[in-house]
């Protein structure tokens, strides 16, 4: 039926309340079916000529899916009723077994069902309490929230909460499972390395003197906005300011406060905007300002991430892409599920890219060689040992599922997450490395750009 035009719903809390007859509520039907009315009649005479037992209708199941939605959302009502002849909803007529409302606000739904042979003191009500995020686009799955990173603890390394970057739909957040796979997959596995294992390029504690990974902070809208000054890609990055703390972490940056090289990452999520802010070759200077190699904003909230930006842009990463997005962060691992792709590199690539990334760094134009975004795939007949740690099959899981998108030239199959005192790194290494390339596939490319 066409969706129902009443005031809108909400989401996270579910109140199933199930009223009969005037009795009271429960998670149990609203009426077993036992009570009714009894209508006799009688002749002119005052004989008795019939009488009729009416029974008051059951309502078995009352629902909202999902219970909770961001606004400009909808969600499905659900019921299943016996014995009615007429429903209404909040006092308008029903028809059918579903109803899709989109309500503004928090909203409690009433269904009343009723039995025309039956007075109104048996029609038999049951409510649902549908909660309504006040703002954010984001929509829920299981425990993640996709594009509101609101539900984000503060600070370096803070815990998301659920939340993922960008729609649930979006190339990173996408199940590629069943995806095609490429018809020179073969060649491509093996320009990166068939016999080598995986390495995790994150970990606990220090390697030469600097955490293990690219970190991360979070900050709220109160964070102040700095001027940054470009060195080398200002044509391809969006201008200041952007909201990096003085302290921001920065990759490689040495424990001691001795000097380092490297990429020198800085990657800032306003959670309060939904906004990730990224930054390479980084150097905080005097008065709160930094001088970057170049820098790229992006909206969280949308499949359009980088509104700003322009096809064949780099960003902080070569392949034009987020780098947040495609971490390892312990808290996922630990908790059993990751829901999105990986960020990994390998040492040559192609003059070429294939969407979602927006840009190359090879002059070399081999078919055999991956493109910038090119993504691979752990073979479904990979068997995950069990007596591997519980965040090496997450991340493993994640591999079949989501998969990993080539996002700059590196080390062969070095896989991108965030450092983190919790890891266990001999395990990481172990478990990890046993995996090797010719365990995986590369998913089918559509759309490469070959400048």
């Given amino acids: 039926m066409p969706p129902y035009s009443l005031s809108k719903l ?3 809390a579910l109140i199933l309340t199930l009223v009969a007859c005037g009795g009271g509520g429960g998670s149990a039907p609203a009426n077993t079916g036992t009570t009714g009315t009894t209508t006799t009649g009688t002749t002119g005479s005052g004989g008795t000529t019939g009488t009729t037992t009416a029974t008051a209708p059951v309502i078995n199941s009352f629902s909202a899916n999902p219970a909770s939605i961001n606004v400009g959302s909808s969600t499905q009502l659900s019921w299943t009723v016996t014995g009615a002849t007429s429903l209404t909803l909040n006092g308008t007529t029903l028809t059918g077994n579903s109803l899709a409302v989109n309500p503004a606000t928090t909203t409690t739904y009433t269904l009343t069902a009723s039995n025309s042979a039956c007075s109104t003191a048996c029609n038999t009500g049951a409510t649902v309490t549908v909660t309504v995020n006040s703002a954010g686009t984001g929509n829920t799955a299981g425990n993640a929230v996709y594009g509101d990173l609101r539900k984000a603890d503060l600070g370096a390394g803070a ?8 729609p649930a739909n979006n190339a990173w957040n996408t199940d590629i499972s069943a995806a095609p796979v490429d018809p020179a997959s073969d060649a491509l596995i093996s320009s990166i390395g068939l ?5 995790p390029d994150f970990g ?8 293990i990974g690219i970190p991360y902070v979070v900050v709220a809208s109160s964070q102040p906005k700095v001027s940054v000054q470009f060195t080398d890609y200002g044509d391809e990055s969006e201008p200041g300011p952007y909201p990096i703390p003085a302290n921001a972490p920065i990759e490689g940056q040495k424990a001691n406060g001795s000097s380092f090289d490297g990429d020198r990452h800085v990657l800032v999520i306003d959670r309060d905007a939904n906004r990730l802010y990224e930054v390479g070759n980084a150097y905080p200077q005097t008065g709160g300002s930094w001088k970057v190699s170049g820098g790229a904003i992006f909206d969280l909230t949308s499949n359009i ?8 842009w780099t960003s ?3 392949a034009g892409l987020p780098i947040f997005p495609g971490l390892v962060r312990y808290e996922e691992a630990a908790s059993g ?18 969407p979602p990334a927006t840009h190359y760094a090879s002059s070399n134009t081999s078919n055999t060689l991956p493109p910038m975004g090119m993504r691979v795939r752990l073979k479904a007949s990979y068997q995950i040992p069990a007596n591997f740690s519980n965040e090496s099959k997450a991340i493993l899981q994640a591999m079949k599922t989501y998969g990993m998108l080539v996002a700059d030239n590196g080390s062969n199959w070095y896989i991108s997450g965030a450092p983190d005192a919790r890891w266990n790194n001999d395990k990481l290494l172990s478990e990890l490395g046993s995996v090797k390339g010719s365990s995986f596939e590369v998913i089918r490319m559509d759309g490469l750009v070959t400048p």
């Fill in 305 to 312: 991430v980088r509104p700003g930006g322009k096809p064949g």
């Fill in 337 to 354: 599920v990751i829901r999105h792709a990986f960020r990994f590199t390998v040492s040559r690539t192609r003059r070429a890219y294939v």
């Fill in 195 to 199: 016999g080598t294992g995986l390495h």
């Fill in 10 to 12: 909400s989401a996270l």
């Fill in 159 to 166: 815990n998301l909460n659920g939340s993922l970057p960008f």
């Fill in 316 to 318: 902080a990463d070569a």
């Fill in 204 to 211: 606990a504690g220090l390697y030469d003197g600097s955490p």
